[in-house]
């Protein structure tokens, strides 16, 4: 392959569900500005971690800091590489059509929940959080019968729209966009859990140099506004 044909590869990422939305949008940013193609495919974040570690060939991962480390420990991905994206919070939706419940206080939201036909959850890191929460609450077992967890890679949005979860719960990103639902916002600060996303370059990368000038943009403060827009705080 020739240096100009390189230069023209397509820069290759995975990622979890959470940044699928705001990375297209900075992808397709970051090839009007520079001409370089971005192709990041979003997947479960379980999946996308072990994609990773079976070294299929990737430039790039985006995932949160606590599965990236777990990477960095495996050799899978340069550790000196790492940037912090962003962050996001839990949300919690209805359906459009369902009555707004109280989640403004900690007892207002655990009263929610046990008033929930259904709760939903994901698998990733706001799942694990609602989980220990609950067994906090002293309420898990009370409440496992009503506990919808979502397939790997279907936002929980998406079970709430179609009336299969009452109250769903994920990362703010995931939800901002999906159609049908209500946010009805942020979990109270004294139960909030944020979730803090990072990128780095991977071991096999093919084009190391071309994917640590695109870290630098996802990074940059040009990259914050799509951030916002898609529910996540720059970092």
């Excluded at 609450?137 to 279907?154: D, E, Q, S, T, Y």
């Excluded at 998406?158 to 979990?187: C, K, N, Y």
């Amino acid at each position: 392959m020739s240096n100009l044909q390189a230069k023209r590869a397509p820069i290759t990422g995975i990622s979890s569900m959470a940044t699928r939305q705001v990375l297209a949008e900075l992808a397709a940013s970051y090839g009007r500005r520079t001409g370089q193609a971005v192709a990041i495919e979003s997947v479960g974040g379980v999946d996308a971690a072990r994609r990773v570690e079976n070294n299929e060939v990737f430039d790039i991962v985006i995932l949160a800091s606590d599965a990236m480390e777990r990477l960095v420990a495996a050799g899978c991905v340069d550790g000196a590489s790492r940037v912090v994206l962003a962050r996001s919070g839990i949300a919690v939706a209805v359906a459009a059509r369902d009555t707004h419940p109280d989640i403004a206080s900690e007892a207002a939201l655990r009263d929610a929940i046990l008033g929930a036909r259904s709760v939903g959850y994901s698998t990733g890191p706001s799942g694990t959080h609602l989980l220990k929460l609950f067994e906090r609450w002293g309420i898990a077992g009370r409440i496992a019968p009503r506990i919808v967890k979502a397939p790997p890679g279907v936002p929980v949005g998406t079970l709430v729209a179609r009336g299969e979860v009452a109250l769903g719960f994920q990362q703010m990103s995931e939800l901002i966009h999906v159609p049908g639902i209500d946010v009805l916002g942020e979990l109270p600060s004294a139960v909030q859990s944020t979730t803090t996303f990072t990128a780095a370059i991977c071991t096999v990368s093919r084009q190391p140099e071309a994917a640590q000038a695109l870290l630098a943009f996802l990074a940059s403060r040009d990259a914050g506004g799509a951030k916002l827009q898609n529910g996540m705080s720059p970092a």
